[in-house]
């Protein structure tokens, strides 16, 4: 099967950074996703690693090991709007169904 | 341009009452997906589907049924209703070839008592 890990919560002060870390198992594992989700709204899509290393987007930057079957999404400059869950979600070959982890609740302090 | 329009938004049923969520989407996609979230948890998968006439099940698919009879819609019937059916449903879709990129709906909350 295919499992994700991710903490379950992780709470920071504006303008600090903070990396969720997404660890799995499985075999054959393709590539990453990450997806943001507000309360009460639908995840949206962050980012993908098809390949190993990092990959920077804004403030947010994601990167991937397979050897190591770990991930992570860094949030840089934390702004209060960031606060949000956070889900990791992997394919198991090109184009298959997603699974995702449980998700990161990230709070955000002023 | 709408996206993946969900409907309806709320709706509370009864055990052993049936009902069909709602899912279109213009965007072309070939694939479509329903996922249930439950407080404190990921989403699962209930039924996917890669295109028109296919479909499949993800890891939890008991009590659910999907069609595809277009590439715009992808509804999911609740056959009887039971309480353990009271979540979030998100539709969602992609191009076939990125189905790391999900595009979701704005999703419903079922209420099953």
Known sequence: GQSLEQPSEVTAVEGAIVQINCTYQTSGFYGLSWYQQHDG?????????????????????????????????????????????????????????????????????? | NAGVTQTPKFQVLKTGQSMTLQCAQDMNHEYMSWYRQDPGMGLRLIHYSVGAGITDQGEVPNGYNVSRSTTEDFPLRLLSAAPSQTSVYFCASSFRDNREKLFFGSGTQLSVL
């Open chain 1, 41 to 110: 709204g639908a995840p949206t899509f962050l980012s993908y690693n098809a390949l190993d290393g990092l990959e920077e987007t804004g403030r947010f930057s994601s990167f991937l090991s397979r050897s190591d079957s770990y991930g992570y999404l860094l949030l840089q400059e934390l702004q209060m709007k960031d606060s949000a869950s956070y889900f990791c979600a992997g394919s198991k070959a090109a184009g298959n169904k997603l699974t995702f982890g449980g998700g990161t609740r990230v709070l955000v302090k002023p």
